[in-house]
Structures are given as C-alpha cells and as structure tokens.
C-alpha cells in the first residue's frame, strides 16, 4: 500500500514539476535549444557577412511593385508596396461550402478562394459573367446547351482582375455581404475599392492570398 | 571643395554599416551569438529556396515565438506563440510538407431545398488540432479554449502522448519516436492557423540557441 502511495506521490510531484516548467513558458525538451558554437572574432565576422549576404538575397526576392495582399479568413484585400499599405478594403472571399456533381459519384465543387501565390493575368472592363454549370445546378435549374444562355452582363460590376482557372477580383450588386465569405471562390470589392485595384494593378501583379 | 568632398567620403566611410539599407529579415537575432547566426543563415537559406516559388509557406519561429505565413519572403500574417515544446528538436533542419490541413466540417448546398447555406467561417476551424507532414514530424496546436472540457480534453491528450513517449523511451529504450512540437497559441489564432495551412504547404522551423 505504502509503495502504490509513494509511486502516485512521485507521478503527481512529476507532473507539479512539468506543469511548473510549462507554465513558465520554458522550453520542455531536453534538447531544446541548439548548442552554442564557440568562433573568434574573424570567425564571427565571416559568420554575420554570410547571414547579411543570405538575407539580402531573400529581400531581393520580394516585390518592389505595388502587390495584391487577400486575407480570407478576415475578408480584407490590400495593396501594398514594400511596407507601405496603398489600399486597405473590405472583400468577400469563398464561402467554403460544398456542391455535389450531378452524375459524378465522388464529383463536387468546393467553393474556397484558393491560397498561394498567383497574378494578375486579365484586366477586363465591363466584363460579362459566363455563367459556369455549377451556377445553374445550384439554383436547381437546367445547365443550358447553349453558351449565349450563359451570359450575364452587369453583375460583375465596371472591372475584373482574373488570377487564373476562371478566378477573378470583381465587383459586386450585394454590397451588404463585403466582410462575408460567401463567394464561390472569386474575391468581390465594392465600386470604389475595385476601381482603385484596377488603377493600380498590371498584368503580373503577384497576388497573395492567404 | 575637394576638402569638402574628402570629408564626406571619410564621414561615409566611417559611418555605421547599419546606416545602409541593410535587411533585419530577423529582428530578434543575436549578431554576437555564432550559434544563432548560424541557424538563421540556415534558415534564411531554406527560405530563399520557398521564396523563389509562386507559394506561400510558413516559418515557425521558435527563438522569436511566432509562427509567419510568408510568401516571396513577405511577412503576410503573424501568430504568437504562447508555449512550446519539442522532442529531437536538432532534427529540425528539413523543409517540411503539411500531409493534410485541419479536417473542417463544411456544409452541402441542397439545390433541392432552395435555402442558402451558411458559409464556412474562422469559428468553425478547429482549435486543437495535430498537423503530420513529411518528411515524419508532428506539430500538436493547443489553446486555451473557455469550454474546461474541452481544455481537459487538449490537455489529457497531451499529457497522454507524453507519457508514452517517455514510457517507450524508459522501457524499451526506443529512441526512434517522431519529432514532434507542441505550440500552444490563443483560440483565435490557433482558429486563423488552421484556416491559414493548406495541403503541401512547405514549413520551415528556426530554434532556439543558446545566449
């Protein structure tokens, strides 16, 4: 009886002790921390030339034009230059839900605006909306055969920016849902925010979204 | 004239080379400290290679506690560490591809029943969740949620893991476990993590080093 009460006595003063260490934001491992590395000074100095050479080479890397900033877990869009915020405006990003391919077991769209890096690749004015078939599928309606039934001028506002695979930074007619993930993956602003991004974009632009 | 002249080019020379348009890639590294120079050059190295691809990728810094979202070696999003601990630690060197992101429950449109359905938001996002990449090595986000069950739970499970990692070290001397990192980060931004990762995402880790 004595050794089970010792043992649980060691297991609960165990768990006080790295309970202690945790909460007191030390690192747990034993082998947490990487070791020192003794250097002279020539040695030192050799040691921090290297690492402002490497660091230069990554600042080389980044834009030195304006950029396209997408946060979609907050639904904001930014331009951006270097560290400078050009524009800051509220967007709407994808919704994230899921519709099922009719005739195609294992088939269905996901509605996400995709992360990673991407660029400008069309600057269109007064674009037409080609309606894809999931636009139809998902208000229950017929997709049509013809692609004149497709069309819908008006609803993509005066500018589109498209990033690739029919993704696009538009306009939109439902002003009251910007701040909302409710896209099916294009990023809409409103009027004055769009004109703005189409002002100051070029094709190549680099978008990053996140 | 020329005295002039040769004094603002002595008065150049003598300057600070700070005063250049230096790059601070790591504001909280140590520039007296081999060790630390060392890992960051390592890991500025990793970068330039993920920087030098359209993608964005993330930096878990350890010796500034934060975790970076970064593209083109652009800060794009900031989280802070709370708490962490790891196991083979010096193992850490590779780049690392995340194998899936965090499991979501989205909802299905029913073109059937005509009503919209709510999107998927930052609340719905886990907020402790294990991230398992290759080559093998497990990140363990944990946070503080309001719900104490749920906090139970996050922490049994941790301490669970550990006692078997220690188990299996001390009983069969199996020292061939996964590395793996335990962060423990606030609700929001383990919810903005886990929205944040996508599949193949390349991760890097900086360590610490000692003063």
């Not at chain 1, 660091?55 to 230059?81: C, S």
């Not at chain 2, 989205?106 to 990449?133: C, V, Y």
Request: glycine share 6%; aromatic share 8%; charged share 20%.
């Amino acid at each position: 009886m004595a050794r089970v009460l010792l043992s649980l006595w060691s297991c609960l003063l165990g768990l006080f002790l790295v309970t202690l260490v945790q909460s007191s934001g030390l690192p747990m491992s034993n082998a947490s921390t990487v070791r020192p590395a003794t250097a002279d000074s020539t040695g030192l100095r050799t040691l921090q030339a290297r690492y402002k050479t490497v660091a230069k080479q990554l600042t080389q890397l980044m834009p030195t034009q304006p950029y396209i900033l997408v946060d979609t877990a907050r639904n904001h869009l930014y331009i951006k230059r270097q560290d400078q915020v050009m524009l800051d405006a509220l967007a709407s990003t994808g919704s994230g839900t899921i519709l099922d391919k009719p005739g195609d077991a294992k088939g269905q769209w996901i509605f996400d605006t995709p992360r990673g890096e991407f660029a400008v690749q069309t600057r269109l004015v007064n674009p037409v909306w080609v309606k894809p078939d999931w636009a139809f599928i998902e208000e229950g309606l017929e997709v049509p055969k013809s692609q004149a039934d497709r069309l819908e001028p008006g609803v993509l506002g005066e500018y589109a920016l498209g990033f690739g695979k029919g993704y696009f930074i538009h306009g939109t007619l439902y002003t009251r849902l910007l701040g909302k993930n409710v896209t099916h993956g294009c990023i809409r602003l409103n009027d004055d925010d769009l004109k703005s991004v189409y002002r100051l974009a070029r094709v190549g632009t680099p978008i990053l979204i996140f | 004239m020329t005295l002039f002249s040769a004094i603002f080019v002595m008065f150049l020379s003598l300057a600070p080379v700070s005063w250049a348009a230096e790059p601070e890639m790591m504001p909280s590294l140590d520039m007296t400290n081999p060790a630390a120079l060392q890992e960051a050059t390592r890991v500025l190295e990793e970068e330039i290679k993920l920087a030098a691809r359209p993608q964005t990728y993330v930096l878990i810094d350890l010796a500034a506690n934060v975790i970076v979202i970064k593209g083109r070696g652009v800060e794009l999003h900031r989280i802070s560490i709370e708490r962490w601990s790891a196991s083979h630690l010096v193992q850490l060197t590779s780049q690392y591809r995340l194998n899936e992101r965090p499991a979501v429950n989205r909802r299905k449109i029913d073109p059937a029943a005509g009503a919209e359905q709510d999107p998927i938001s930052l609340a719905d996002m886990p907020t402790a969740f294990a991230l398992q990449f290759s080559p093998p090595f497990v990140v363990q986000v944990l946070s503080h949620p309001d719900n104490p069950w749920q906090w139970t739970l996050q922490r049994g499970g941790t301490w669970w893991r550990r006692l078997r990692s220690w188990g299996s070290f001390l009983w069969t001397e199996d020292k061939s476990s996964l590395p793996s990192l335990d962060l423990t980060v606030s609700v929001d931004q383990a919810q903005s993590l886990a929205w944040t990762v996508t599949e193949n995402m390349p991760f890097l880790i900086r360590r610490p080093t000692m003063p």
